[in-house]
């Protein structure tokens, strides 16, 4: 946190100055080094500040050398140290709640579950306001998407901006770029994925291209490493997060240590090297974190490790160091820390449309300072995933047009259209709640195209208007409508104005009041069709299923059944009725 006061980590306030405590025999004190907690001195009406609140989780910890800080449980910790709620004094949780959460919402400090578990007086403040500082990035403007779209737990649809610093690349082009980049400076650049596996594959994909070699040493001169330990012995240590290159490598120590129930001895190794760190930086690295493929040793190696450190036989281990090759990160270590260039590798286990995924998502752009770069990124929509069936096409010629809206006769009307003058006729319908309700749509539609209803003749499910256009054309316009006062139809007397019929049922959708997953993809249907020419001219919405029609010109009109569920994601579509079945073809190109 950057203020005019000291401040330290929540770890070394806790338990700093403390030494390892551990009781037991030589195994069981080898499975972790306990630093107690200390003595709180703080004042008894003090106010703890503290920032990257969505870092701190409950889970229990030990660190890759085998500490484990006071009990393991962080937040247990700090609420024991502080004795909030016992006197005066307070806490304050600053932090990003849409960033990948350290722990569960029962625990969370910014949710508040960690404060009514321990029946804390909280209360909870959203800083929404946002100050641009990147003069309109694209990157900022996707993480507001990516933060819209979590508030509203709307995860069908993502349509990400991209500019010199937001970019997305295909996977050959971006294997090329990465190289490049890791070659000319590598210290600026880190490429992050969902998984240990991936992170792992790529640092040895990575490493056989830089080294020009496939058969390679654990360690080689040159290699990028990230240190997640120092040495406590030495005189300069690295922090945690440090990235360095190996300036020489040594050689390879092998270590035994027989441990109870264990067949043979557990052998475990080290590989000397320098780093480079002003002057060489001495180190002996445990090779076996270095290449594990989990986030932590095995259990039989690190306890191997801890009980040779401690019996000192039959002569004293070095003191290691725990790092891992620096290429490559999971976006949950990465959190927190930030490079100048990332690229992300968008795999991932929960799929896109999912709130892990856009939590993992938003966690990776808040890393990377200058260029984000995606990769395996394509493009989310709600019809991604859809599968086209095709058993019930068939050929209709005049498919419906304007189907679908609705009206209501007892509505509320707006202050505008209630000073609107009644169109001529419209007075003399056996029922004028109906008529009027069925006017106002089109008359708002109709001018938004410059066009005015000049006369209406009212019939029972039926209305016809008489329309008047900006330089004094005149056509006719029929409206055909249910019981249930849902429009079937919308024509026009004379073809040339087809056009015009199409924009003004447009229109009239627009203005419906769909469901909000039904509307979300009426209007991303309607993006996806208009970029190949086509309209959308009806839309009739019933459970989790939408019929649409499109059309192109006169002749060509089809319609399609969508099937959804409750995201908004659609599972299904199904052509219906089509001007010519070979339209479909090209309807299903461009929804999917």
């Known amino acids: 946190m950057h203020a005019p006061v000291e401040s330290e980590s929540i770890y070394a306030h806790l338990y700093g100055g403390a030494k390892a405590e551990n009781e037991g025999d030589v195994e069981e004190k080898a499975k972790f080094d306990v630093i107690p907690m200390r003595l709180c001195t703080d004042d008894e009406d003090c106010v703890y500040l503290l920032d990257d609140a969505h870092l701190l989780g409950n889970s229990r910890f030990t660190t890759p050398d085998g500490k484990q800080y006071g009990s393991g449980y962080l937040l247990d910790d700090f609420h024991a140290f502080t004795e909030l709620g016992k006197g005066k004094r307070k806490a304050v949780f600053f932090g990003d709640p849409y960033q990948i959460q350290r722990s569960g919402d029962d625990e969370s400090t910014l949710l508040g579950g960690y404060q009514k578990s321990r029946e804390l007086k909280h209360q909870f403040l959203e800083l929404s306001q946002v100050i641009d500082t990147t003069g309109g990035s694209a990157k900022l403007a996707n993480a507001e998407r990516l933060v819209k779209a979590i508030r509203s737990e709307r995860f069908a649809e993502l349509d990400l901006l991209k500019d010199d610093g937001f970019r997305q690349v295909y996977k050959q082009d971006g294997a090329a770029e990465i190289q490049d980049r890791y070659r000319s400076d590598p210290l600026s650049v880190w490429y992050l994925a969902e998984t240990h596996a991936k992170v792992n594959a790529f640092s040895q994909w990575v490493r056989e291209r830089l080294h020009g070699k496939k058969l390679l040493a654990s360690l080689e001169v040159g290699d990028l490493l990230e240190i997640y330990v120092s040495p406590e012995s030495k005189d300069a240590i690295l922090p945690s997060g440090s990235r360095r290159l190996a300036a020489s490598v040594g050689a390879r120590e092998t270590y035994e240590q027989p441990l109870k129930g264990r067949d043979a001895p557990i052998a475990f190794h080290s590989v000397s090297c320098t780093l480079e760190f002003g002057e060489p930086h001495p180190m002996e690295i445990l090779e076996e974190f270095l290449l594990s493929e989990k986030p932590e040793l095995s259990a039989n190696t690190a306890i191997a490790e801890r009980v ?285």
């Open 308 to 592: 040779r450190r401690k019996s000192g036989k039959p002569t004293p281990l070095p003191d290691f160091a725990y790092v891992r090759y620096g290429y490559a990160s999971t976006v949950h270590h990465a959190q927190g820390m930030s490079r100048s260039i990332c690229y992300v590798n968008c795999d991932h286990a929960a799929g896109r449309h999912s709130e892990g995924f856009f939590r993992w998502l938003y966690s990776a752009l808040t890393v990377a300072e200058r260029e984000l770069v995606l990769l395996n990124f394509t493009e989310i929509h709600p019809f991604d995933s859809a599968v086209w069936n095709t058993g019930a096409a068939a050929i209709a010629t005049d498919i419906p047009i304007g189907a679908g809206w609705y009206f209501e006769p007892n509505g509320i009307a707006s202050e505008r259209d209630q000073q609107r003058d009644l169109p001529h006729g419209l007075d003399q319908s056996r029922n004028v709640l109906i008529s009027a309700a069925v006017w106002l749509r089109v008359a708002n539609s109709a001018e938004r195209l410059g066009w005015k209803v000049v006369r209406a003749v009212c019939h029972p499910y039926h209305e016809q208007y008489d329309l008047a256009g900006p330089t004094g054309e005149l056509e006719q316009l029929r409206v055909s409508y249910n019981g249930k006062n849902v429009i079937s139809a919308m024509h026009v007397k004379n073809s040339a104005y087809f056009s015009l019929l199409c924009e003004i049922a447009s229109g009239c959708l627009d203005l419906n009041a769909y469901s909000a997953e039904a509307d979300a993809l009426r209007r991303s249907a309607s993006s996806r069709l208009g970029a190949k020419g086509w309209k959308i001219v009806s839309a009739i919405e019933t459970a989790y299923r939408l019929q649409i029609t499109a059309v192109r010109s006169h002749d060509e009109r089809a319609s399609v059944e969508i099937n959804f569920d409750k995201q908004g994601l659609v599972s299904s579509l199904r052509p219906l009725l089509a001007s010519d079945l070979k339209l479909f073809e090209e309807i299903k190109e461009a929804l999917l």
